[in-house]
């Protein structure tokens, strides 16, 4: 399968539980971290949930 990038720009400081709890999943913690993940549904969907905190990179 295809990798993406993810690249956190927001804080998650204000964000709910649900929210926070997915950034953690997908390895974002900082501000401007970058993780790589395979483009599989279920990372899809976590990337559409937070869509507004993180930025995919090419």
């Not at 956190?8 to 993780?35: E, H």
């Amino acid at each position: 399968m295809a990798t993406i990038k993810i690249q956190q720009v927001r804080s998650i400081i204000r964000c709910p539980k649900d929210q926070k709890a997915t950034m953690y999943a997908l390895g974002l913690r900082k501000m401007n971290a970058v993780v790589e993940h395979e483009a599989t549904p279920a990372i899809l969907g976590m990337v559409a949930k937070v869509r507004h905190l993180v930025k995919v990179i090419d």
